[in-house]
């Protein structure tokens, strides 16, 4: 079966600008969650999506992160508008059972400048 | 709070070296336990995992041993190779929560 996909691998912005970063989850995985890492920190738990609901959000860091899942299929997270603390490594993760653990997909790298 | 607390990287062996990568965790009840991989340009991958005291996760020679009474999940191999170079994230998932919590990382870098 097909992993996480995520993308972009990359984005370099400047600061102000708004991006969009996409996850497309294993087919039939009802869960799918975002986490990030800045630089040489902890990953962080952002929010967790059951189908097109979110469950949990408490980790969204402020109002200038919104993330989607419509249609309970592909996820985005638009950030708007940027600034340099978002800097970091964007993961998403899906699971159809929270028993049996969690797939990631191989993140997207967000730079801002 | 819940946290995880993993040793400070990189770490640099050489090849068929010892490797431990020490862990240790503050959570409330009995939180299932893991250590996650990420190789070069790929995503986080499970590893291994345990879900109560002495329990002791495995998986490609790698080994991590739930100790409730120090709060640990150590990891170790008994020989490393040059294919172990990766970064590894020791997590925890609460009973009642549903994400997971990391620590930090840790760099591994394996030389032949």
């Known amino acids: 079966e097909a992993g996480v996909t995520q993308f972009p691998s990359h984005s370099v912005i400047e600061k102000g600008q708004t991006v969009t970063l996409r996850c497309d989850p294993i087919?039939?995985?009802?869960?799918l969650y975002w986490y990030r890492r800045v630089m040489g920190k902890e990953i962080k738990f952002l929010l967790h999506?059951?189908?097109?609901?979110?469950?949990?959000e408490s980790g969204m860091p402020n109002n200038r992160f919104l993330a989607e899942r419509t249609g309970g299929t592909y996820s985005t997270l638009k950030v708007q508008p940027a600034e340099l603390e978002d800097s970091g490594v964007y993961f998403c993760?899906?699971?159809?059972?929270?028993?049996?653990?969690?797939?990631f997909g191989s993140g997207t790298r967000l730079t801002v400048v | 709070g819940n946290s995880v607390t993993q040793m400070e990287g990189p770490v640099t062996l050489s090849e068929e070296a010892f490797l431990t990568i020490n862990c240790t965790y503050t959570?409330?009840?009995?939180?299932?336990l893991f250590w996650y991989v990420q190789y070069p340009g790929e995503g986080l991958q499970l590893l291994l995992k345990?879900?109560?005291?002495?329990d002791k996760g495995s998986n490609k020679g790698f080994e991590a041993t739930y100790r409730k009474e120090t709060t640990s999940f150590h990891l170790e191999k008994g020989s490393v190779q040059v294919s172990d170079s990766a970064v590894y994230f020791c997590?925890?998932?609460?009973?009642?929560?549903?994400?997971?919590?990391f620590g930090k990382g840790t760099t591994l870098s394996v030389s032949s």
């Open positions: 993760a899906s699971s159809q059972d929270i028993s049996y653990g969690y797939t």
């Open positions: 087919s039939g995985h009802d869960n």
């Open positions: 999506f059951v189908k097109e609901s979110k469950q949990d």
């Open positions: 959570a409330t009840g009995y939180p299932s």
């Open positions: 345990a879900t109560k005291a002495d």
């Open positions: 997590a925890l998932k609460t009973q009642a929560g549903t994400a997971l919590i």
